[in-house]
């Protein structure tokens, strides 16, 4: 059933009794031709884009608990594209440009809203550096404004541009970047991959490979064996457990990042507002929480929460840009658990098993990533062979020593 | 040659910012909490070469009369304190400020045995008391200071108010706060806020 | 979290920073190969469960620890000092 | 109008008359009132419009699960949105607003929004407001966010002041209802160190309004006397308008506390309100439990509430919330407010239970009528009656509200944040907590138990338990009696389905009974799918009250039972905090500390701008009378220091002082060059890798004596380079016999540069400092004006022929003076960061633009300095062929071919006639400044291949600040490139 305003007048009509499941849920079959692991935004998405752009259609994602559980589900929901490295800013620019056409492909109003991102700094060698940045992204035809005080001022002028501990000098604003509803994006893939003939299959826990000579042959589930010809891992946060599963031992941590909102308000904050020195990074929702967040807890952790010094310390940057949110109060805090990746760039490759392909490392920046994530991890899995846009996300750069690193901290996951 | 003085005076980075007077919710009654900031002092650490604890605990007992503090602990004599830095690794602090004078002692006396290194400048100590003294460094430490806990004679180094800061105390609800010098002024503006509920007087 | 230091008590995770495994051994400069300097720098057993790291007690002692840890529930079961546990691992953990 | 005050009876005090306004009228109530309960008190049910609908809305409650009753406190810069009225205690001159409405409370043009209700179900914006694709953006959102929210928050600053402390304790007791405070008690009397925390404004919990008597004494007095026993014991802390809103590890609880909250002028002496994070050994949980609305048609008409909640206006406020009431329940504690409303002299017209055969109840001689539910209601801003329904029969009941009870839920939100799911309980049809170890016990209602005698024991027994667990012996417990110990008694009713009009669910958020099922028809079954679909628990009260009704409705349209479905996860915080509490006084300015050179006040004396760098304020220049800008100053200081003499605050360098039998290995080992062979009374230039073979950091680092480094580092990296050499130290090579200390705040270290540098220190200095006694890169200790220890270091970051001094810190402002005073003949003025940057640029002196976390020493020019007979960090990976692949970018200089043109850093380098693309990117600009002595602005720049295309033009590409300037690449020193005046 196409969703739109006409299809909900009718079901109005009729008392909307008659919708039908946005997306089927099915046994899983014996074999199918592509299984993806995890149904993440990612997994979800590079399903969708194997049926829609090479209309492989026989394929299931599975998915140990519902869709959208994970990370696509618990993110601050920014999406921009202003990143520096030439390994990095084409592919986040093309994710860019297909959210900018996704909802009317996926049929799905997933309330893309390009609000504009700022990112705020603070000294002569912030800007130098974001000066740098924004220059990468006009040279990839991308837009990206450097704005002086004043101007800055006009946009946000509730900053705390004079009194702040750490001074505000101007902003790189790209106006492209915004934000996307999370959930939404979980399930307009899944009902777009859905309605392209593939199978999302519920509570179905991946837990082992099964392997024939070299190439992989199925994979072991909570719901018994399921053939398969290929396997692409899509498991942010647990990369690195069902990568074990094949044997590999990936460059990559799991931590935790907490992410907050705040109690309903009236329209407060119109852009997203990202504090460099302070970690915090804040925007509105639609429904009128504030949704904010800021620093990794720091630790190693499994568990979709955090603790209380990374919660303060996330509030004290946040009124130290904005001291107008004192009085506004925190409803809800969590976590989600993250492939931190030891340059803070993700990989989308094969690897060294025939038939087996992986998608991971994708820090906490993965969620602007889905659509181009989906494309190329689905071109990567048709093809066997990387698209020209993820040549860079390579399993041994390392080895190498071509890491994709933004932030220059090196091996060190949690600085990323 | 254009001389200083013979005796150059110290400076301390609170000079002119501790003002003596009394401050906050005094409500006629006598201040809560007590601030002082004390006097210029010598600082030296001592770090006790590879295996040579025992023999620097010797040191500490034949010249000073004293044990080598255990983790979270001081020591104290007439002219001295001995506060635990770290493993196999103290302060010793004395009052006098005679520039020099206590390292080239110490490491005189330790020499062989400990590395010595003069940190006289480097710390700003302030002496908190009062009857909410420990009110206010539980504003500030994640440190237990209940009596059963921390007393007299304890000491740890942590953290207030995003500033690491070493913390004795040297009698009962009497503290002593140290700060690297450059945190001075910053850490002292938290602490007479946070001491404003008690009323607090600079002395 | 609550990381009981082994020289000043317990004390909160705000104290401290966390660097990662630490059942890792530094190559050997002689004999190391450039896989096991991947191994070593870049390469993570990741565990869900017990895991063995690196905190420092920066606001405190500065003394790096090993806290062996529960990933997923945070459980600490000991903190060692570092140096005291590399000497009852003198080559790592071997897996 | 129906609400008024009862002519006695409350825990008010009806001497003290307060006033306030709400909605820009006047009211009066008494000390101890809520606004809730005084509105009521004045006849004022209407305090709220609904969240999608605009539906009018009046109390629920009379606690902090409040979803209704939300208003905005005071105006200004004190403006607080979304305040619960239930809980918050007025006080003179407390001005209030109503929220969501407009133009006003009692019009609201937002109520047109019922008539398209129909089309206004769950998730209907996923489905639509996809065309015309502009719209989104331009229309429908705009729309969409000015309808929702809530309240309207301010951008100003706060003017109120926030804390955070810590406590400890060995029982912590979360709550003191009956079940809190006899666990509390127990504890204590065993002698363990307590602290009881309850979010009311007094303690007792559910005591504030029942009416049972405890061992003979009436509730009110009982909790008194615990209280005073408490009270005296000085192990014993009690924060009241304190809510312990999370459970961290380790046993940690975050607490706020609501200082001043009820005060409309808070004294400026004290925070308004306070964080507490408490780590105990054990936590009993006595949180109690909240009252389940019931769904059916129109149950959010202002007037029906909790029946709990009437008992609590009756008993705690002496209001009644209307003149005439129905009770409408499914389980026995509905009767305790017909008889509680019947005592205090208010009309029942009913007593409803939907149950056909409940056990025997006192309703205190009201008419019941079983086996019935509530079929209609009347009216809308206010109730006038309804419609009963009993086996197809209908009966019209006049009444002006309804107090109902659909069964209770446990407050188990703290006993399940780490994790642990809440049981079912069928008996009671309600989740109760979970046991999660001997650490965190739950007693009393939130551990399922509903009677009273139950609960004190229960509590008692906890106490006991965690005492003991402590180390202390605990007394015998006691024997409770109490009045009222009939059985709780339930027959779920999770949704009326004769009933008319829209049954709400979640009230906040409005989702209805529909909702729910349209939910799960469309795929959304799984708890946490229809909890994100229908927004059902997400609004501030986070399902308290509407969670265990919605998943019961979910598991009837799924065809699960409820503990099937099970609970969406619960998390903090138990209610929200504001911002300005968790940040304490970490705010403004005080966001971080500041740090200050030895040397701060001197330079604030000769009028320096400081900047932020790191922590530390580090002065950018000195402006003098003239000056226009930064650049006239720069350009001053600059040419000064070249040509006469200049002294520079270098304080804020990292120093680390290392000693020890191991040093010079350990040195080797952490510099890529060698520092083994360093003589004593010299310095080197050093350059750390990390282990990945990117350059980490860099610096000078002296050999005092065989056995004795002093080492600087950047500022920036100088906590990082500690680190690092613990880390080193500790973990690596324990075996090391090395001792190091940081030393950068006891030395206050100036520099004094330019070709008068040593006539100027001569002056100060005994030693003898010409250029055969002190050459470059010597270290040595020196006499400073007669009496001064210090140590002098011939090293240069500008060119020039230039030192270090390195005094202690609190001579640092004497020095410096007497430094200038010594300068004046020579002509000596301060210079700042600005001229210290141009200078290291023109000499090519990388430093933070080029080490920028991802350049290699190769990269830098530094090549030449790892050495290759020894082990050294980051050695073994700096050898990956990345690193060493032809057309890897350097350090080069560049220089703008028209000598007039600017260029930027950021800016990136293109060939020329090359079309901008990543693909023709060729490197950017890592440094730029104007150089007095070339005359023109100079750069340093990352450009692939650099070094070998020295000669070539390039275009330096800055389309952000629409700059494109021709450039030369040329060698990266631009000024005395054979380094002549260093060694003069
Ligand atoms: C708090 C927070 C804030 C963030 N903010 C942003 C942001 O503002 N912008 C941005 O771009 N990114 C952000 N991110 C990062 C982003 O959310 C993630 O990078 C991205 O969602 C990861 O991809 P995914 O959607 O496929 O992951 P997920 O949604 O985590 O999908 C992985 C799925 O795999 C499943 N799975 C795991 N193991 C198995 C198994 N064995 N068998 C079957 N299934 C399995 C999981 O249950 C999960 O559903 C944030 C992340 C967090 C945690
Ligand atoms: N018969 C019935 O219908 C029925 C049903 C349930 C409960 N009850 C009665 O309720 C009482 C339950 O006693 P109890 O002591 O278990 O609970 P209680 O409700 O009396 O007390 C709980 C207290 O905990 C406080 N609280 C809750 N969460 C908090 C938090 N996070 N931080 C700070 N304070 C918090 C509340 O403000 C309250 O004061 C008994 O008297 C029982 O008989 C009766
Ligand atoms: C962008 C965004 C907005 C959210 N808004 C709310 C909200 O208004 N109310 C709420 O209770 N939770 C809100 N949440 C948090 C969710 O309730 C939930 O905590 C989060 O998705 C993580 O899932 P979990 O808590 O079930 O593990 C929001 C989450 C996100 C990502
Ligand atoms: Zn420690």
């Given at each position: ?416 | ?203 | ?95 | ?63 902090s699960a409040e979803p209704n009753a939300l208003v905005g406190v005071g105006h200004g810069a004190r403006r607080e949105p979304n305040v619960r009225a239930t809980t918050l205690e007025i006080s003179t001159g407390l001005v209030t607003t109503s929220q969501n409405c407009w133009p006003s409370l009692r019009f609201d043009i937002g109520a047109m929004n019922q008539t398209v209700s129909p089309f206004l179900v769950a998730g209907f914006y996923y489905k639509t407001f996809m065309w015309p694709k502009s719209f989104w953006e331009k229309v429908y959102e705009p729309i969409i966010r000015a309808a929702a929210g809530l309240g309207t928050a301010s951008h100003e600053a706060d003017p109120d002041r926030y804390e955070k402390a810590y406590a400890h304790c060995e029982v912590l007791v979360i709550g003191a209802g009956p079940s809190g405070l006899m666990a509390a008690l127990t504890a204590a009397r065993a002698g363990a160190r307590v602290i009881i925390v309850d979010e009311g404004a007094r303690p007792g919990g559910s005591l504030l309004f029942e009416d049972d008597d405890i061992n003979g004494v009436s509730a009110h007095d009982w909790t008194d006397g615990i209280i005073a026993e408490l009270d005296k014991n000085d192990n014993v802390r009690i924060f009241t308008r304190t809510t312990v809103f999370g459970r961290f590890d380790g046993n940690m609880f975050g607490a706020l506390e609501r200082v001043q909250k009820h005060l409309t002028e808070p004294d400026q002496d004290r925070p308004v309100e306070r964080t507490w994070r408490i780590f105990t050994k054990k936590a009993v949980l006595a949180s109690g439990a909240e009252e389940r609305p019931l769904v059916f048609g129109d149950n959010d008409r202002p007037g029906i509430m909790q029946a709990s909640a009437v008992r609590h206006y009756v008993k705690r406020y002496g209001v009644s919330p209307g003149k005439c009431c129905v009770v409408f329940t499914n389980n026995s504690s509905g009767y305790r407010t017909a008889k509680c409303l019947v005592d205090y002299g208010v009309k029942v017209a009913a007593v409803i239970d939907s149950r056909s055969n409940p056990p025997e109840e006192d309703a205190g001689g009201v008419k019941v009528i079983t086996g019935a539910v509530i079929s209609k209601v009347k009216g809308s801003k206010t109730v006038s009656g309804i419609l009963v329904t009993r086996e197809g029969d209908l009966e019209n009941i006049d009444c002006d509200f309804i107090a109902m009870s659909g069964g209770w839920n446990p407050n188990v ?572």
């Amino acid at each position: 059933m196409k969703y739109s305003v006409f299809s909900l007048l009718k079901n109005t009509l009729s008392g909307h009794r008659n919708w039908t499941p946005a997306w089927r849920e099915p046994d899983p079959k014996k074999h199918y031709d592509v299984i993806i692991v995890g149904g993440g935004g990612h997994g979800l998405a590079t399903a969708y884009y194997l049926a829609r752009q090479h209309g492989i259609t026989n394929v299931a994602v599975l998915e140990k608990s519902y869709i959208g559980s994970g990370n696509v589900g618990r993110n601050t929901t920014i999406i921009r594209s202003n990143y520096l490295l030439p390994g990095n800013e084409p592919f986040y620019e093309w994710s860019l440009k297909l959210w900018e056409g996704l909802e009317q492909d996926f049929n799905f109003n997933a309330m893309v809203s390009q609000r504009g991102v700022i990112n705020l700094f603070h000294s002569d060698p912030q800007r130098d550096a974001f000066a740098r940045r924004g220059n990468s992204m006009r040279m990839h035809g991308v837009d990206a404004e450097l704005l002086d005080r004043d101007r800055l001022r006009e946009m946000v002028p509730y900053l705390d541009f004079d009194n702040g501990r750490f001074p505000i000098y101007g902003g790189l604003l790209q106006k492209r970047g915004g934000t996307v509803r999370h959930d939404a994006v979980a399930w307009g893939f899944a009902r777009g991959a859905d309605m392209a003939g593939v199978d999302i299959i519920q509570n179905c826990e991946v837990s082992g490979f099964r392997f024939d000579q070299g190439k992989v042959v199925g994979v072991e589930t909570s719901k018994g064996f399921i053939g398969a010809s290929k396997v692409g891992m899509a498991a942010a946060g647990h990369s690195g457990q069902v990568a074990e599963m094949a044997g590999m031992r990936l460059p990559i941590e799991s931590h935790v990042l907490q992410a907050f909102v705040s109690e309903g308000l009236k329209p407060y904050i119109n852009n997203v507002v990202t504090f460099g020195v302070g970690h915090f990074y804040i925007s509105q929702s639609d429904k009128g929480g504030l949704v904010f967040g800021g620093d990794l807890d720091g630790y190693n952790s499994y568990a979709q929460r955090g603790n209380l010094p990374m919660v303060e310390h996330v509030v004290e940057a946040g009124i130290a840009m904005m001291p107008g949110l004192s009085r506004i109060k925190v409803l809800r805090s969590w976590g989600g658990v993250m492939d931190m990746s030891m340059d803070g760039s993700p990989i989308i490759d094969k690897t060294h098993i025939d038939g087996l392909y992986i998608n991971c490392g994708w820090c906490y920046g993965g969620f602007k990533a889905t659509p181009a994530s989906g494309w190329c991890f689905a071109h990567t899995i048709a093809n066997d062979a990387p698209h020209e846009l993820n040549a860079a996300f390579r399993l041994n750069r390392f080895a190498t020593g071509d890491m994709i690193d933004e932030s220059g901290n090196g091996p060190t996951p949690n600085l990323h | 040659m254009p001389e200083i003085s013979k005796n150059p005076k110290r400076l301390s980075p609170l000079e002119n910012i501790a003002l003596p007077g009394k401050y906050g919710a005094i409500n006629n009654e006598t201040p809560g909490v007590i601030l002082s900031v004390c006097p210029a002092r010598s600082v030296v650490s001592i770090g006790a070469r590879k295996n040579m604890e025992a023999k620097v605990s010797a040191v500490f007992k034949k010249q000073y009369a004293l044990i080598a503090p255990k983790p979270g602990r001081s020591e104290y004599t007439k002219n001295l304190a001995v506060h635990w830095a770290g493993p196999e690794q103290w302060y010793v602090i004395t009052n006098s400020c005679e520039e020099g004078t206590l390292y080239d002692k110490l490491a005189k006396q330790f020499s062989g045995i400990a590395s010595i290194i003069d940190q006289s400048h480097g710390r700003v100590t302030i002496k908190v008391s009062g009857r909410n003294a420990c009110d206010l460094m539980a504003k500030g430490t994640p440190v237990d200071l209940h009596k059963n806990a921390f007393t007299k004679g304890c000491c740890a180094v942590t953290e207030m108010a995003h500033i690491t800061v070493h913390l004795a105390e040297i009698a009962d609800d009497e503290f002593e706060v140290s700060v690297f010098r450059g945190f001075a002024e910053s850490f002292w503006q938290w602490l007479t806020e946070m001491s404003l509920e008690f009323g607090y007087e600079v002395k | 979290m609550r990381i009981n230091c082994p020289y000043c008590g317990p004390r909160p995770n705000e104290e401290f920073n966390v660097l990662g495994d630490a059942t890792k051994t530094r190559p050997d400069a002689d004999k190391a190969t450039a896989q096991d300097w991947l191994d070593y720098v870049y390469e993570r057993d990741n565990p869900k469960g017990r895991l063995e790291e690196y905190w420092h007690h920066a606001s405190g002692c500065r003394n790096w620890l090993v806290v062996k840890r529960n990933t997923v529930t945070h459980e600490v079961y000991s903190v060692v000092a570092a140096r005291d546990y590399k000497k009852t691992h003198p080559e790592g953990v071997k897996k | 109008m129906t609400g008024y005050r009862l002519a006695s009876g409350g825990l008010i005090n009806r001497e003290k008359s307060v006033s306030f306004s709400f909605d820009n009228k006047i009211y009066s109530g008494f000390e101890g009132d809520t606004l809730a309960s005084a509105l009521l008190a004045n006849g004022v049910s209407l305090m709220g419009r609904g969240f999608k609908y605009h539906r009018p809305r009046g109390p629920l409650t009379a606690g902090s699960a409040e979803p209704n009753a939300l208003v905005g406190v005071g105006h200004g810069a004190r403006r607080e949105p979304n305040v619960r009225a239930t809980t918050l205690e007025i006080s003179t001159g407390l001005v209030t607003t109503s929220q969501n409405c407009w133009p006003s409370l009692r019009f609201d043009i937002g109520a047109m929004n019922q008539t398209v209700s129909p089309f206004l179900v769950a998730g209907f914006y996923y489905k639509t407001f996809m065309w015309p694709k502009s719209f989104w953006e331009k229309v429908y959102e705009p729309i969409i966010r000015a309808a929702a929210g809530l309240g309207t928050a301010s951008h100003e600053a706060d003017p109120d002041r926030y804390e955070k402390a810590y406590a400890h304790c060995e029982v912590l007791v979360i709550g003191a209802g009956p079940s809190g405070l006899m666990a509390a008690l127990t504890a204590a009397r065993a002698g363990a160190r307590v602290i009881i925390v309850d979010e009311g404004a007094r303690p007792g919990g559910s005591l504030l309004f029942e009416d049972d008597d405890i061992n003979g004494v009436s509730a009110h007095d009982w909790t008194d006397g615990i209280i005073a026993e408490l009270d005296k014991n000085d192990n014993v802390r009690i924060f009241t308008r304190t809510t312990v809103f999370g459970r961290f590890d380790g046993n940690m609880f975050g607490a706020l506390e609501r200082v001043q909250k009820h005060l409309t002028e808070p004294d400026q002496d004290r925070p308004v309100e306070r964080t507490w994070r408490i780590f105990t050994k054990k936590a009993v949980l006595a949180s109690g439990a909240e009252e389940r609305p019931l769904v059916f048609g129109d149950n959010d008409r202002p007037g029906i509430m909790q029946a709990s909640a009437v008992r609590h206006y009756v008993k705690r406020y002496g209001v009644s919330p209307g003149k005439c009431c129905v009770v409408f329940t499914n389980n026995s504690s509905g009767y305790r407010t017909a008889k509680c409303l019947v005592d205090y002299g208010v009309k029942v017209a009913a007593v409803i239970d939907s149950r056909s055969n409940p056990p025997e109840e006192d309703a205190g001689g009201v008419k019941v009528i079983t086996g019935a539910v509530i079929s209609k209601v009347k009216g809308s801003k206010t109730v006038s009656g309804i419609l009963v329904t009993r086996e197809g029969d209908l009966e019209n009941i006049d009444c002006d509200f309804i107090a109902m009870s659909g069964g209770w839920n446990p407050n188990v939100h703290l006993a399940c944040q780490l994790g642990t799911k809440p049981v079912w309980d069928e008996t009671i049809a309600a989740f109760v907590a979970p046991e999660t170890g001997s650490d965190f016990l739950s007693v009393g209602a939130v551990a399922g138990r509903f009677s009273l005698t139950e609960c004190l024991k229960d509590g008692a027994e906890a106490g006991a338990k965690a005492s003991k667990a402590c180390g202390h012996k605990p007394k015998p417990i006691e024997h409770f009696e109490t009045s009222s110990d009939n059985l709780f008694s339930i027959e779920p009713l999770w949704n009326i389905e004769q009933s008319t009009g829209k049954a709400f669910i979640d009230f906040q958020n409005d989702v209805t009974s529909k909702d729910v099922p349209l939910a799960a028809r469309e795929g959304y079954r799984d708890v946490e799918l229809t909890k994100r679909y229908t927004t059902l628990g997400m609004a501030t009260d986070q399902g308290k009250l509407s969670n265990i009704n919605g998943l019961a409705i979910l598991a009837g349209a799924t065809g699960r039972s409820i503990a099937q479905v099970g609970t969406t996860t619960f998390r903090p915080f138990y209610t929200p905090v504001s911002f300005g509490a968790l940040a304490g006084a970490n705010r403004g300015q005080h966001f971080r500390p500041v740090r200050k050179t030895p040397v701060h006040n001197w330079a604030q004396e000769q009028g320096a701008v400081f900047v932020e760098n790191g922590l530390w304020l580090r002065a950018q220049w000195f402006p003098q009378q003239g000056d226009e800008s930064w650049f006239t100053a720069m350009k001053r200081e600059v040419k000064n220091t070249r040509e006469n003499v200049g002294v520079c605050d270098v304080s804020t360098l990292g120093k680390i002082d290392l000693q020890g039998p191991d040093a010079a290995e350990f040195m080797n080992r952490l510099y890529c060059n060698g520092f083994k062979l360093l003589q004593v009374g010299k310095a080197r230039y050093g350059l750390m890798l990390r282990e990945d073979g990117i350059v980490f950091d860099d610096g000078t680092a002296s050999r005092l004596a065989e056995d004795h480094y002093f080492i600087t580092t950047t500022t920036a990296n100088a906590g990082p380079v500690m680190t690092h050499m613990e880390f080193c130290h500790q973990a690596l090579w324990p075996e090391f016999d090395v001792q190091f200390s940081s030393v950068s705040d006891q030395w206050a270290q100036l520099a004094v540069a330019g070709p008068n540098a040593r006539k100027t220190l001569q002056k100060l200095i005994a030693e003898d400092l010409s250029n055969e006694a002190f050459p470059f890169m010597g270290a040595q200790t020196v006499t400073v004006a007669g009496s001064i220890k210090g140590r002098l270091f011939r090293i240069s970051f500008s060119g020039e022929l230039a030192y270090e001094l390195a005094v202690p810190a609190d001579y640092g402002d004497s020095v410096v003076r007497a430094i200038m005073a010594a300068g004046k003949e020579f002509g000596i003025l301060p210079y700042g960061l600005e001229a210290l940057s141009t200078m290291r640029i023109e000499k090519g002196h990388v430093a933070g633009g080029e080490l920028n976390g991802t350049t290699t020493a190769y990269d830098l020019g530094l090549g030449k300095m790892m050495s290759t007979k020894k082990d050294y960090i980051g050695r073994a990976l700096a050898a990956r062929e990345a690193f060493h692949r032809d057309g890897r970018w350097n350090v080069v200089g560049l220089l703008p071919v028209d000598k007039t043109q600017k260029i930027h850093s950021g800016a990136h380098i293109l060939n020329i006639e090359t079309k901008p693309s990543m693909k023709n990117d060729q490197g950017y600009v890592t440094a730029v400044a104007f150089s007095p002595m070339v005359g023109q602005w100079i750069g340093l720049a990352l450009i692939n291949d650099g070094t070998n295309r020295r000669g070539d033009e390039v275009e330096v590409w800055d389309a952000l600040r629409d700059s494109y300037v021709r450039a030369k690449i040329c060698d990266p020193v631009f000024y005395d490139k054979e380094h002549v005046k260093l060694h003069a």
